[in-house]
């Protein structure tokens, strides 16, 4: 359906969305060296959906328009739903729109590029400083809504990077506030995100985690088959024959690994510990390596009780014990990783023996597995 937006526009406004666009739009770069660039970004889906893109494509073409610059082109690339923090050192930007911009820019082919403000831009310092930088040694028009940047000016660059600075410290204070709400809601028995555990659902008063009825009691039944020693694999065979759904609704099939991720679940007996990274630049790992996280605690409603889960931890790690113990092959094998025990549910490890007696080869194949 084609925008309201875009049916009110003259012919020499080219609106790009994304990559698919792009590459679908078949601008050359003789086309790029006619054109002047106003680049939009929002980082929610409302935002998206809301005015705050319009308005910035609109400022934008309106301020070219009033101006006294030549071109043939107007090209619009609205990033939608990106954060002003997508930096990767490697990359410049995972931005995708905005790293073909930086591109034609760093060839001479774009010479006038506009932004709302220098947020639209980027909320990173380091990426802030790249495309700076990037602007000023291929000699680019810089334009903050309706002023044009002097790179040349010691007090306007400075300006620049104090505006820069104090764009991060607020998208910090944002973040901040976003894990300290996270945590207050997950101290009162709240979800933290996404999607609710198997076996859970949102309760109807104010998003409290709550028992589903149906899904609960396949968890029961999950954790009292493995108890009374029904493999692995014949789990996930009763599974898809009770056509229940994994976790992840992007999926219609249980896994191994999903199962037994479940199986080893503390959510179950009522624990689950959350660790919340404090610091958005430094990934996961990295935080926790270096204390920047908090830890909380959610209290679930129990689905089963701690005897039964208990007894099913002591058999999880026998298994274990038994697939570590089984020996690697030299060879790969078109049954290797592909049969299973019907009693353990431990994947069977083919061994192949080769002996020549006179002028004939026998070959022995051999089926290692464990039980329990």
């Known amino acids: 359906m084609e925008n309201k937006l875009e049916k009110e526009m003259e012919k020499n406004i080219i609106i790009i969305r994304s990559m698919k666009d792009y590459v ?39 301020f070219y328009q009033n101006s006294k610059i030549e071109f043939n082109n107007i090209i619009v690339f609205r990033e939608e739903g990106k954060s002003g923090d997508d930096y990767d050192s490697n990359t410049t930007t995972i931005r ?16 006038h590029f506009w932004v709302f403000d220098s947020s639209r831009l980027s909320r990173s310092t380091e990426l802030s400083t790249i495309i700076m930088k990037t602007l000023s040694q291929n000699d680019c028009n810089y334009y903050i809504n309706t002023t044009k940047q002097n790179f040349d000016e010691l007090e306007n660059g400075l300006m620049l990077k104090i505006l820069t600075v104090f764009d991060e410290y607020e998208n910090h204070k944002r973040f901040q506030k976003s894990v300290l709400g996270k945590i207050e809601n997950m101290k009162k028995g709240k979800w933290n995100g996404g999607n609710y555990p198997f076996g859970y659902k949102k309760g109807d008063y104010n998003g409290h985690i709550v028992i589903d009825r149906k899904q609960s009691k396949y968890v029961r ?34 896994n191994e ?68 113990s089984n020996p690697k092959v030299k060879y790969d094998y078109l049954l290797n990783e592909v049969v299973y025990c019907g009693y353990c549910g431990n994947k069977m490890k083919i061994i192949i023996i080769i002996k020549k007696i006179g002028k004939y080869i026998i070959v022995t194949i051999k089926v290692k597995v464990g039980s329990i």
């Open 24 to 62: 679908d739009s078949d601008i050359t770069d003789n086309q790029f060296k006619n054109s002047v660039i106003v680049y939009c970004r929002v980082s929610t889906i409302s935002q998206i959906e809301g005015s705050s893109l319009d308005s910035q494509q609109q400022n934008g073409i309106k």
């Open 257 to 324: 690994q999903t199962l037994r991720n479940l199986l080893r679940s503390k959510k179950y007996i009522g624990e689950h510990i959350v660790v919340s990274k404090t610091d958005k630049h430094l990934s996961k790992i990295e935080c926790i390596e270096k204390g920047k996280v908090v830890t909380s605690k959610i209290q679930f409603p129990k689905i089963i009780n701690e005897k039964l889960f208990n007894e099913v931890q002591i058999k999880m790690k026998h298994l274990q014990s038994l697939s570590n």
């Open 221 to 254: 039944k999950i954790f009292n088959l493995f108890n009374k020693e029904t493999s692995i694999k014949n789990i996930l065979i009763y599974l898809q024959n009770e056509n229940v759904l994994p976790p992840k609704s992007d999926k219609s099939v249980w």
């Open 96 to 111: 995708d729109l905005l790293s073909v911009i930086l591109s034609k820019i760093e060839n001479n082919f774009v010479k």
